[in-house]
């Protein structure tokens, strides 16, 4: 092939000759490996509307190629959403032209939904970023639940996107949380355990003993420090399912203090405090946070990391509970 011209002209016009060596491949791979930022399925979706064309004419993905064609790809920037822009906040930790770093808070859903249409993270990115509505899910590409607070990143093109997908496919991203757990905790250690929908509470997750039944899910903890009755626990996800270290904290009977789906009946410490048992009983939310982000950069390749403390009341949390 002959790469001379694969950069993006002011059109967003890419093009390119397909060399001898090429013969007999598939016009869709031959275009993949021409332009490895964007990902199969999307270029499927480019060669379907038409925006790939072969000495001009429209083809299809299957089609073979005998080598000397010349291929012109007109990369196609479209709404992917009628997502409305919101001038809400956003603790931004991190910006450069190809991704931002979000603290996100506790109270904020990341991506609109049944329920919560509005008054979301992808909302606020609109508004601070208009042209994301041109990026699948504005760039979203993880995501934490909606009372976890701490880092995510956030894709602000679409090369930049496939590569942050292609990492965390890979379980490139590092990704460590803090969490607080009922119960005195004497080591660390791993959960491999398979994670799927709940059988019969469809809006929860579940450890499921058939292997086939549910997702693979690796959660490696260690003790961070041990407070009264509970632990302070350094989470470090290997894989990223919904719920998971809520589900596999549970599973083992450390449930995350607060979890109002998890977490069962509170456990109080005997002869606690007024004060710490008051703010037991008023912490309606799982004490979980994402403290640290580390992944390599889509443009550079430059291995980056972040780190935020807990908010405020997982900190006064600890506080109380050390004071006991």
């Not at 000397?68 to 822009?85: F, K, M, P, T, V």
């Not at 009983?281 to 780190?307: C, M, N, S, V, Y």
Request: glycine share 6%; charged share 25%; aromatic share 6%.
């Amino acid at each position: 092939m002959n790469l001379e011209n694969n950069e993006a002209s002011e059109n967003d016009i890419r093009e390119f000759d397909v060399s001898d060596d090429s013969y007999g491949q598939r016009l869709d791979q031959i275009v993949v490996d021409f332009l490895p930022d964007y990902s199969r399925s999307r270029i499927q979706k480019w060669i379907k509307q038409g925006n790939v064309l072969v000495n001009n004419i429209p083809s299809k993905a299957k089609s073979k190629l005998k080598g000397g064609e010349h291929i012109r790809i007109s990369i196609e920037q479209e709404e992917q959403g009628e997502w409305l822009a919101e001038d809400i906040p956003l603790d931004i930790i991190y910006e450069d032209e190809s991704i931002l770093v979000i603290n996100k808070p506790v109270n904020m859903v990341v991506h609109p939904a049944a329920g919560n249409y509005s008054g979301t993270m992808l909302n606020a990115l609109l508004f601070h970023c208009p042209e994301l509505i041109n990026i699948p899910r504005a760039g979203i590409v993880h995501r934490l639940d909606k009372d976890t607070s701490g880092l995510l990143v956030v894709a602000k093109t679409l090369t930049a996107q496939t590569h942050l997908v292609k990492q965390l496919q890979k379980r490139a991203f590092e990704r460590e949380y803090e969490a607080i757990v009922m119960g005195e905790m004497t080591g660390g250690g791993i959960v491999n355990a398979p994670i799927g929908r709940h059988p019969t509470q469809r809006v929860k997750m579940a450890v499921m003993k058939n292997p086939n039944n549910g997702k693979e899910a690796i959660t490696h903890y260690r003790i961070k420090e041990r407070l009264h009755d509970y632990t302070c626990v350094q989470v470090r996800l290997e894989t990223g399912r919904t719920h998971q270290i809520r589900v596999h904290m549970a599973h083992i009977n450390y449930p995350v203090v607060g979890d109002p789906i998890y977490a069962g009946r509170l456990k109080l410490p005997a002869d606690c405090s007024e004060e710490l048992k008051q703010y037991l009983l008023d912490f309606k939310r799982q004490a979980l946070h994402a403290r640290k982000l580390g992944l390599k950069h889509p443009q550079t390749g430059q291995w980056i990391e972040w780190e935020v403390e807990a908010p405020q009341d997982m900190q006064q949390l600890k506080a109380l509970l050390k004071e006991f």
